[in-house]
């Protein structure tokens, strides 16, 4: 096992005889001497040197022999363990490398170590060869006159792992350059064992023709190496030889193929025909074909069973004893299909044993009619040409058709078609029934008001088959498309000839097929069958919650009514919860909105502060209430406002200016603000000799208190008020300043009033 254990030197040339400790005499250090490199290969090396001991060494002193490896400079070494198991002679080391790199250069030393000091030989390097093209041999292994058998042999891989290998060729012209991978034909080689590979060479290979070969190999380096060439003649032609002839005849499914056979080479043909394919270019036998009779040089087959508007290749072929000739590859495209669409029977005319049936057949451009005509049945509901039927002989694209000799009181299915090249296309069918005698007649049912559970009908008996009716109504069923008295009825106990009823009990959202009927005692006839659909209610769907505005104690929420599940809505709003969810209008708190153009608005209230609530948005229909998908709201937390910066000043005798902000809102609005004040004590809203209310919210505000008692003192503060309650600025006190003496204020004791003269 090699231990990697790298060393950094800070200088190469100090460490050459550098000892770690001082405790063993330099002089007795060993002498070691870096060895050259040799077996250098791209992946290999081995690395050679000698320590000799020193004659003044302790007997029995011993050391650590060992190289120093690395691929990234002179200064920064790998430490490999001890090597004494590869010592070649006395003094003689070895250790050969494995797994290096390619193109790379190595630098390396001897070193012995004594546990105390090491002293370490010269440093040298080598490179490991480089990659290079791969070498690669060729021979032929065999040719005919149409194919060449080649193999190869991967000699050298160039240092890296092979990718791809295979062969070149082209034609050979004089003076021609060997074919590369640029400018020949490649052929993949199938991998052998030990580097062989082997392939055979068929695309556009002709008799008696030179070609120049090369195999290849390519490596992951992207290096490719090639061999040397060689030129190889095919074969003298001996299977069969024919031309291919073009395709005629097509249609969207099928063509005619043409050939002409030229010569069998001497050996009889047994079998000749046509390959095709819609993949390949050039068919073989081994794809898709189809056989002629050997007689004659001209010889053709028709394809069938193919796809339309697709392109196919076909080539003829002939088979002799010595292989399959083949003709020149070329293709057809097919058409697309010529479909004919014919119009739903209209039948007219009905009697006893017979009736009209009209169509008309619409013709794409460049088709062509091949016959059309009417085809019918009494129990195949779509009727076939394969059954009964009667051409119509006329010339365009209408058919009409009397059926004669009936079955009287028969129903019939019949169906219109039309052939054309592509085949045969038909009508949707349509249906009657031959007169019957003493059987009513009935006709289509008029669809009225259809609910939830009820549909109203209406019909009428159009004869009575001159018998009376027995009984007369409707028939209808979930599942049979043409119900019978055998299914459910609504009988009409009326006594005229119209038919009339309302059926009720019936299932919300569901189709139901209806005939309505008419019974005598001849037996009971039928309407046409149609099918209505019940009305289909849903709950209310409800999207698009989402808040516009949410507070401490209250959010404003907004909703889309997307669809009212086709009923009108009897309420919607808004439903929340802390925990729950997926909240509910029975379980937990709800608020009513109005809906306007399919959105509504409410106001959530009764909140709680810093509280997180589960929202739905509900609406309410006469199926249930529709919710929509919950949001998660958190209301706000908010406290008093904040008033700082509250003095007081400038006095007169009447008067004080006063100034304070308001420096928070407390996050909610501020309904009052202004300044209370009092000589008495602090003041307060309720209890102060008078409030100045100022405008605003939050900011400044001053004012100048007036009326005031000259040199007295007053305690002022600033207020605001919001929904949380009153909040006060610190008391700023102030004296007026006194009243300046009038002539009219009483004199002073001991003083006399001087009248002036």
């Known amino acids: 096992m090699k231990r990697l254990q790298y060393i950094i030197w800070c200088s190469l040339l100090l460490f050459v005889a550098s000892c770690e400790k001082d405790t063993e005499p330099e002089n007795f250090a060993p002498v070691p001497i870096t060895g050259e490199t040799s077996g250098i290969t791209r992946f290999e090396a081995t690395l050679s040197g000698t320590v000799t001991p020193h004659p003044d060494s302790p007997q029995g002193q011993k050391h650590s022999i060992y190289f120093l490896i690395s691929s990234m400079s002179s200064k920064l070494l790998e430490k490999v363990d001890t090597i004494t198991g590869t010592r070649k002679a006395e003094n003689e080391y070895t250790l050969t490398l494995k797994d290096l790199k390619p193109g790379t250069t190595y630098y390396y030393s001897i070193e012995s170590s004594s546990g105390h000091n090491a002293v370490r030989g010269t440093i040298k390097e080598f490179t490991t060869l480089s990659t290079d093209d791969p070498s690669v041999t060729l021979s032929l292994t065999g040719k005919t006159e149409n194919s060449i058998s080649v193999s190869g042999i991967v000699t050298d891989e160039g240092g890296a792992t092979i990718q791809a290998r295979g062969f070149i060729y082209k034609l050979y012209s004089e003076g021609s350059n060997d074919p590369t991978l640029a400018d020949g034909t490649t052929v993949t080689g199938e991998s052998g064992e030990n580097g062989s590979f082997v392939g055979v060479i068929k695309e556009n290979i002709l008799p008696e023709t030179a070609y120049i070969i090369r195999a290849y190999a390519t490596n992951n380096d992207h290096k490719t190496g090639y061999s040397q060439s060689i030129t190889v003649t095919t074969n003298q032609l001996q299977v069969p030889s024919l031309t291919t002839g073009d395709a005629s005849d097509l249609t969207a499914y099928s063509a005619m193929l043409h050939a002409t056979f030229l010569s069998d080479n001497g050996f009889e043909v047994t079998e000749r025909g ?24 001209e010889f053709t087959a028709s394809v069938t069973g193919l796809e339309p508007s697709k392109t196919y290749y076909y080539r003829a072929y002939a088979i ?27 039948v007219s005319n009905v009697t006893t044993n017979g009736a009209t049936i009209t169509s008309s ?16 049945s009494t129990s195949v509901l779509q009727p076939t040409i394969e059954g009964e039927h009667i051409i119509d002989p006329s010339e365009g694209n209408n058919i009409s058709v009397e059926l004669k000799d009936l079955i009287e009181g028969r129903q019939y299915y019949v169906c219109a078609y039309a052939i054309s090249r592509d085949g045969t296309f038909y009508s949707v069918p349509a249906e009657f029934s031959t007169v019957q005698t ?120 907004e909703a889309r009514l997307t669809d009212n599940g086709g009923m009108s809505i009897t309420e919607c709003g808004f439903c929340w919860d802390i925990s729950s969810a997926e909240p509910d209008i029975t379980r937990h708190k709800k608020v009513i909105a109005t809906l306007k153009d399919g959105v509504f608005q409410a106001q959530l209230t009764g909140l709680a502060y810093n509280t997180s609530y589960h929202v739905r948005a509900y609406a309410v229909n006469g199926k249930g209430v529709g919710y929509s998908a919950y949001v998660i709201i958190k209301t706000g937390s908010s406290a008093k406002a904040t008033i700082a910066d509250m003095t007081a000043g400038n006095p007169t005798p009447s008067t004080l200016d006063v100034s304070a902000t308001v420096s928070a809102d407390g996050g909610t609005e501020i309904t009052e603000r202004g300044f209370v004040y009092s000589s008495k004590g602090t003041p307060s809203v309720e209890e102060c000799e008078k409030k100045i209310v100022m405008e605003g919210t939050v900011g400044e505000m001053s004012a100048t208190l007036t009326g005031l008692t000259g040199y007295t003192n007053y305690s002022i503060r600033a207020y605001a008020v919001n929904k949380n309650g009153t909040a006060y600025s610190n008391t700023a006190t102030a004296r007026t300043k006194k009243t300046d003496p009038s002539i009219d204020d009483p004199a002073f004791p001991g003083t006399r009033t001087i009248k002036k003269k």
Not at 362 to 369: C, D, E, K, Q
């Open 361 to 376: 057949v619409n013709l794409p451009s460049g088709a062509s009619i091949l016959e059309k005509g009417i085809c019918y």
């Open 320 to 346: 002799n004893s010595k292989g399959t000739g083949y003709g020149e590859a070329k293709e057809f495209t097919l058409p697309e299909v010529q479909t004919l669409t014919l119009s739903s029977p209209k």
């Open 274 to 297: 046509f390959c095709y394919s819609a993949e390949s270019q050039t068919p073989t036998i081994d794809h898709p074909r189809v056989r002629s009779e050997l007689e004659g040089n």
């Open 438 to 557: 003493a059987l009513a007649e009935v006709s289509n049912i008029t669809l009225g008001d259809i609910d939830i559970s009820s549909a109203a009908l209406s019909a009428k008996i159009t004869k009575d088959g001159g018998t009376e009716i027995l009984e007369k109504g409707f028939c209808y069923s979930l599942n049979t498309e043409m119900p019978t008295i055998d299914n459910t009825l609504a009988v009409d106990p009326s006594e005229d000839m119209s038919i009339n009823a309302t059926l009720t009990g019936l299932e919300e959202g569901k189709a139901y097929y209806v005939r309505a009927y008419a019974t005598n005692k001849n037996g009971t006839a039928y309407s046409n069958a149609v099918t209505f659909t019940t009305v289909q209610h849903y709950k209310p769907a409800v999207e698009g919650l989402a808040e516009i505005e949410v507070n401490d104690d209250n959010a404003t929420m």
